[in-house]
C-alpha cells in the first residue's frame, strides 16, 4: 500500500457531462485521468452501446428500453441528459462502444473498466459477452470486463483471457469463498456496504475498487482502508481537492 490512491472516472464525469458520453470521457482524459469506468447495454441487433441504464428515460427524456430498438434507432436520439443540463448537450447521442474503442486507441495508457449489464445478459445470455468483446477488440490491452454476474466473468475470463472485476452484490462469506474461486484481478464494493474496518477487508489475488466517492475526506478514509483505486463522478474537483491523488498523465 502507497498511501495514495487513484481515481477511476465513474461514468465519465456525471455532474458536468451527460453520462457515459464520449464528451465526458474526453474530459476526464484530457484532465489527466487514465481510469475510466463505462457501462454496456445492447441494442436488439445486437450493437453494444454506453448506458448504464435499460432504460434510456433519464438521457433522452424517452420510455425506450435498449434492446427493444436497433442501434440506427437509438443513435439518432439526443442523448444530452436535459433533466440535468438544459439543451447544453442536445448534440450528445449515445455512443456505441466500437465509438468508444476508438477514442481510446488515440489514449493507450488508459485502462478502462467495461461492466456488461444484466439487462443485455438477459436478453442476449453469454452471447452479449461475445458482442461487447467485439466491438472493444482493437483494445483488449485497455480492458477490464466488471459484472454482477458471476457467470459472466467466468466466460469472458476463460474465452478471451482478459482480466475481470467482479462488482460484489454483497458483503457476505458465500461471496468471499466464490471470489476466492474465481480469482478476479480486481473486487469492486459499494461504499453502502462495505467494512469500515481494514482489518474486515478481504485479502486475495485481487485489487479492491470502492465506489462511489465523491468528497476527498472519503478518498482519504477509503485510502485508510487500503483501497488505491476509487471511484468517483467527481474526476477534476477531486484531482485538485485530495492531497493523496496519485499523480497521472497530464495530456
Not at 19 to 28: A, C, I, K, Q
Not at 69 to 86: H, M, N, T, V, W
Not at 130 to 137: H, I, Q
Request: charged share 25%; net charge negative; glycine share 6%.
Amino acid at each position: 500500500m502507497t498511501g495514495r490512491v487513484s481515481l477511476v472516472a465513474h461514468r465519465g464525469q456525471p455532474l458536468s457531462f451527460p453520462e457515459n458520453s464520449l464528451e465526458g470521457f474526453e474530459h476526464v482524459i484530457k484532465s489527466g485521468g487514465i481510469y475510466l469506468e463505462t457501462d454496456v447495454n445492447i441494442t436488439s441487433d445486437g450493437v453494444p452501446v454506453l448506458s448504464h441504464d435499460a432504460n434510456l428515460l433519464k438521457l433522452t427524456g424517452k420510455q425506450l428500453i435498449v434492446s427493444d430498438y436497433s442501434y440506427d434507432q437509438i443513435k439518432e436520439l439526443p442523448a444530452g441528459y436535459s433533466e440535468r443540463f438544459g439543451d447544453k448537450f442536445n448534440h450528445c447521442r449515445i455512443a456505441s462502444v466500437e465509438q468508444f474503442s476508438e477514442l481510446l486507441k488515440d489514449w493507450p495508457d488508459v485502462t478502462c473498466f467495461v461492466e456488461i449489464k444484466e439487462a443485455c445478459l438477459t436478453y442476449f445470455g453469454l452471447k452479449a459477452v461475445d458482442l461487447m468483446m467485439d466491438a472493444l477488440e482493437g483494445i483488449f490491452s485497455q480492458v477490464v470486463v466488471i459484472s454482477f454476474d458471476y457467470d459472466a466473468l467466468v466466460y469472458a475470463g476463460s474465452q478471451y483471457d482478459i482480466p475481470v472485476g467482479w462488482v460484489l452484490p454483497e458483503w457476505s462469506e458465500e461471496n468471499y469463498s466464490k471470489s476466492v474461486d474465481l480469482s478476479p484481478e480486481y473486487l469492486l464494493v459499494n461504499t453502502k456496504f462495505c467494512p469500515q474496518e481494514k482489518a474486515e477487508i478481504w485479502s486475495g489475488v485481487w485489487e479492491w475498487i470502492t465506489y462511489t466517492v465523491n468528497d476527498a475526506e472519503e478518498v482519504e478514509h477509503f485510502a485508510g482502508l487500503g483501497f488505491e483505486l476509487i471511484e468517483t463522478n467527481r474526476y477534476s474537483e477531486l484531482k485538485l481537492e485530495s492531497k493523496i491523488i496519485e499523480k497521472s498523465n497530464d495530456f
